[in-house]
């Protein structure tokens, strides 16, 4: 496994579209979760599922954003009527759940960078 | 809510030294866990060391270690011997046991290695 993949890695975009990034976490791994990362400041929470479960959201996701992950294996974050506000880094990461065994050390991919004009 | 604060936008350091990033955390829970993370420019985050608060010994990795404080909410990190390839972003992160999703993030200091 080559660990996390985000595509695309950057997105330029006209506010008013609609933009999607993809996922794809280390394959073992049953949670996935996306943050959001503007220039300058730590990430910030988003949501995450395990499985194909959705089981929190930030109040950061509002109605434009939607996210899936209908497998529970690959995820798609889907930002709808982008305002310029929504630039910035999204980043995905992925871990087993934390318990007994394990850690729940996230590992994150590259980022997609959305930049919307 | 927890709170973790970086009070060092920027540090710099002289290859082969040593230097100590700083971070500060506000919580009420007596049971969580402290990370610290790398970015590299253009690369993903990476864990680079690991606390869990119910272990008073300071956790160490290689070059990397890290002076606990809990009652002072303190939560450094050491880098011995430092080199280029350290130069990157630090970032600082809280996880509860409970809200075991979420990690609670602060904003960062820039490492500047000078060669």
């Known amino acids: 496994d080559t660990g996390v993949s985000q595509n695309p890695r950057h997105k330029i975009t006209k506010r008013g579209q609609n933009v999607t990034f993809r996922c794809d976490p280390i394959s073992e791994h049953n949670r996935l979760y996306w943050y959001r990362q503007t220039l300058g400041q730590g990430p910030e929470f988003l949501t995450y599922f395990q499985n194909e479960a959705q089981l929190e959201k930030s109040r950061l996701l509002s109605d434009r954003f939607s996210a899936e992950r209908p497998k529970g294996s690959f995820s798609t974050l889907e930002i709808q009527r982008t305002e310029q506000g929504d630039s910035a880094m999204y980043l995905c990461a992925s871990s087993h759940s934390p318990g007994t065994g394990a850690t729940g050390e996230l590992f994150f991919g590259e980022g997609s960078r959305l930049t919307v004009l | 809510a927890q709170t973790v604060t970086q009070s060092q936008p920027e540090m710099s350091v002289q290859e082969a030294e040593t230097v100590t990033l700083s971070c500060t955390y506000d919580t009420s829970e007596s049971d969580y866990y402290l990370f610290w993370y790398k970015q590299p420019p253009s690369r993903q985050m990476i864990l680079v060391i690991r606390?869990?608060?119910?272990k008073q010994q300071n956790a160490t990795e290689n070059r990397f270690s890290v002076n606990f404080q809990k009652a002072a909410k303190s939560f450094s990190l050491k880098i011995s011997d430092s080199q280029l390839g350290d130069a990157a972003m630090y970032f600082c992160?809280?996880?509860?046991?409970?809200?075991?999703?979420?990690?609670?993030w602060g904003a960062g200091t820039k490492l500047i290695i000078k060669p």
């Open positions: 992160a809280y996880r509860s046991s409970v809200r075991n999703y979420q990690l609670i």
């Open positions: 606390q869990e608060a119910y």
